[in-house]
Structures are given as structure tokens and as C-alpha cells.
């Protein structure tokens, strides 16, 4: 048995040794043939574990979620194993990753940290445009009274209209949303729930106005009145009425198809990049909206405008660096160099990295980290196909959430920037 064993080993050794003197002797050393080489020798070796660290954009997607995809990507082009961890977590602010950092280090011990992170680290304002007078309490107690009456008679069942459809619950405010607000101007909220059900949209938008100009509405109220009125004004395609209200609605109840919808018709889509253009003027350095006026001119084909908003974008994003968001990436980088973990610094889809390394430069762990950018590839992408083959809104303006197709592109750009580094041959 020992014997048989022993000719075993020696007809692999010698079948190695004669296939590695051919391939080197007759000066076959390609990169297919290192990437063998590796492979037999690193056969045996542990794997490598990426942790992905991100928001919405990182965590959506399921099985189609980019990381899963970069899982796959480097296991088919690695000669390594690795295995890719996911702790995305959407809604989340950079701060919250900074805290767990330490423990994901000790838990899942990574060779590469990806970061995507941002988004949400922005505070918006929510000043509020006064397009009509102001108007006192004692008119809306008015108007309230009037609507108390109906409401009372719209709870009374034999005075209910049984073709009537119900209250939708969907939209009812909780409980605790009018803490402290008056019951008139509850009552007159209220109201323009009822009209939306009855789909009057004219009527219910004139409450919202008529709420919006009031000072005792609370803060968290008039925020959930511009969410409604910004529904209110899309039904009735008031875009450049919605464009004016947009910075007070949250991203994710902007329409998925703004830009498709406003951007391609010039009679509408000029009161709305006026609009744009106006507040623009006013704060040249907000790169939201200037990538929400980019993404409207590539839509309508005005190739002068889309030059000059990228112009503005790029001197508005090399000259602003979010302090809240340098402070978490310093920390979360200073982590990981103590830790020995490589730091990959990936930016959202269309945003260069400029901005990423101006913000990090002061890293004791600069020289190790990898940048990886996403704006070439994408705009090589949509150059040949449409927005939606690649995102399924745009939930940050000029990008959004991507689709299985958009999360690969991701994928394989962060995937071919590891094994770069890591000297890997594919």
C-alpha cells in the first residue's frame, strides 16, 4: 500500500515539474498560466472576506444586491476564495457605521472594508416658499367650524351616503403627529384627506396651501402636508408647481418618473429647470439640485445645458466636503488601518471621486486605500441604453437604487479594483 502510494506521489511531482519546464522553457509563462499556477497553490489557503458597508444603494436588491454579485464576480475570477458580507443598512447616516465598525471587525475579520456611504448624512433645510397671505387663526377656525359639521355628519351612519368609499386608513396621521397642534387646523388636515378621497384635488390642494401658511401648524406636520400636496400637485401634473416644493419632500416620495415625465416635453419641462435655475443661482454649491437639472437636460437632449451643469457640479463638488461625513470616514479609516483591514473607498454611481479623496487626505491609511469610481462605466452604459435598464428610480436625483443589471456594473468595478490590488491575474 505504502509502495503504491509512494508511485503515486512521484508520477504527480514529475508530471508537475515536466508541465511547469515546457510552459517556462518554451516562454508560455501567460497570464492564464500563473492564474494555474496560483490556483494549486493557493488551493489549500483560507479565504478572503470583503464586509460591504452602505446604505439603500448597498443593501437593495436581493440576490441581485451588488454585493451578492461581487461575491460571485470575484469567486469566479479569483484564484482565492472569498466571501462577501453584507450589513447595508438603508436610512442609515455614516455615524451609525462608525460605531459598529469595531464590532464587525471582531466579528466577521475582513481582509477588505467596502464604504458607500453619505446620502443620508446631509440635513435638508425645510423653509417654506409663502406664495399666498397670511391668514390668522381665527379664519381657520372659521373654515374649521365648517368642517367640523361635515366630518360630524360624515361619522353620523344614517346620514352617510352608502356609495361613499371609506376613509382611507393609509393616509389617517397617527395619534401622536398632532400633539400640540390646534384642533382646528387638525380638523382642517383632515379635511383635505376627505377630498382626496373624493379625488376634488383642486379643493384639497387649496387646504394644503391654506396649512402651509399657517404658524401653528408643528414642524412635523407641515413636513407630511408637503408629502401630500407634492402627491396632490403630481395627480393634477403641476410639475413646475412640484418642482417648486421639492426640497421639502423627503427623496423617497419624489416620483420614480420625474424626470422621464417632465424632462422630454419643453412646455413643461422649462417652467421646471426655470425653477431649478432660479434656486441654482441661489445656492450654486447644492449638488442635489444641480444633478436633478443635469439629469433633466440629458433627458430633453440640450447638450450645451448638460455640459455646463456637469461644469458646475464637478467646482461645487471638489470645493464642498461635508464636515459631519469626513469626521465618520476618518474614524471608520483610522479602524481599519489599526485592524490591518485594506479600506475601499467606492463612490455612488456618477459621482466622481474627487470629492472622496479631498475629504480623506488627512488618513494616516491614504496610501492603502482603493478608490473606485463609478461614473465612466455608467455613462458609457446609458449611452447605449436606457436609465431604467440601470436604475429603477432616482432616489439621490442623477442615480438611484440600481437594478440587477446597474448593481453588476457596481460589482465588477469594485470586484477588478481588489484583485488589482491584490495582484491577482484573471
Not at 8 to 37: D, H, N, P
Not at 321 to 331: C, E, M, S
Request: glycine fraction near 6%.
Amino acid at each position: 500500500m505504502k509502495t503504491k502510494l509512494f508511485h503515486f506521489c512521484l508520477r504527480v511531482v514529475v508530471f508537475w515539474v515536466a508541465l511547469e519546464f515546457f510552459f517556462v522553457a518554451g516562454g508560455q509563462s501567460s497570464k492564464w498560466y500563473t492564474w494555474l499556477i496560483n490556483k494549486v497553490r493557493m488551493g489549500a489557503a483560507a479565504q478572503q472576506t470583503v464586509l460591504c458597508l452602505g446604505d439603500s444603494i448597498t443593501q437593495g436588491g436581493g440576490d441581485h444586491a451588488y454585493p451578492r454579485l461581487l461575491e460571485e464576480y470575484l469567486n469566479r475570477h479569483a484564484s482565492s476564495r472569498f466571501r462577501v458580507i453584507n450589513v447595508a443598512q438603508a436610512g442609515k447616516d455614516s455615524a451609525y457605521f462608525s460605531a459598529e465598525l469595531a464590532g464587525w471587525l471582531k466579528e466577521y475579520q475582513p481582509d477588505y472594508v467596502v464604504i458607500m456611504l453619505g446620502l443620508f448624512d446631509k440635513k435638508r433645510t425645510t423653509a417654506v416658499e409663502r406664495s399666498t397671505p397670511r391668514i390668522s387663526l381665527k379664519s381657520v377656525q372659521v373654515v374649521g367650524r365648517i368642517i367640523r359639521n361635515e366630518l360630524n355628519a360624515r361619522r353620523t351612519p344614517e346620514k352617510a351616503s352608502a356609495s361613499e368609499p371609506p376613509e382611507d386608513k393609509k393616509n389617517t396621521p397617527r395619534k401622536e403627529s398632532f400633539d400640540g397642534m390646534d384642533k382646528k387646523l387638525k380638523e382642517l388636515y383632515m379635511y383635505a384627506l376627505v377630498l382626496n378621497a373624493r379625488k376634488q384635488y383642486t379643493e384639497e390642494e387649496k387646504v394644503y396651501a391654506l396649512l402651509l401658511t399657517s404658524p401653528d401648524v408643528p414642524r412635523r406636520v407641515r413636513s407630511k402636508v408637503f408629502e401630500n400636496l407634492g402627491r396632490n400637485l403630481w395627480t393634477q401634473r403641476k410639475y413646475a408647481d412640484y418642482a417648486q416644493i421639492m426640497d421639502n419632500i423627503p427623496y423617497y416620495s419624489w416620483p420614480d418618473d420625474w424626470v422621464e415625465n417632465i424632462c422630454r416635453t419643453p412646455s413643461v419641462s422649462r417652467p421646471v429647470t426655470a425653477a431649478l435655475e432660479q434656486r441654482i443661482q441661489k445656492n450654486p454649491s447644492d449638488q442635489d439640485r444641480l444633478s436633478l437639472l443635469l439629469a433633466c437636460y440629458e433627458q430633453a437632449g440640450e447638450q450645451a445645458g448638460a455640459a455646463r451643469l456637469r461644469k458646475l457640479r464637478d467646482a461645487a463638488a471638489s470645493s464642498y466636503v461635508n464636515a459631519f461625513t469626513q469626521t465618520q470616514y476618518l474614524t471608520m479609516l483610522k479602524a481599519l488601518e489599526d485592524a490591518g483591514v485594506r479600506p475601499v473607498l467606492a463612490q455612488y454611481p456618477l459621482r466622481d471621486t474627487d470629492t472622496l479623496r479631498h475629504m480623506v487626505r488627512s488618513s494616516g491609511n491614504y496610501e492603502r486605500i482603493i478608490f473606485v469610481e463609478n461614473v465612466s462605466n455608467f455613462q458609457g452604459a446609458l449611452q447605449l441604453e436606457h436609465y431604467k435598464e440601470y436604475f429603477v428610480d432616482r432616489a439621490a436625483g442623477i442615480f438611484g437604487h440600481g437594478t440587477p443589471k446597474g448593481n453588476q456594473i457596481i460589482a465588477e468595478n469594485i470586484g477588478k479594483a481588489i484583485l488589482g490590488q491584490s495582484g491577482e491575474e484573471f
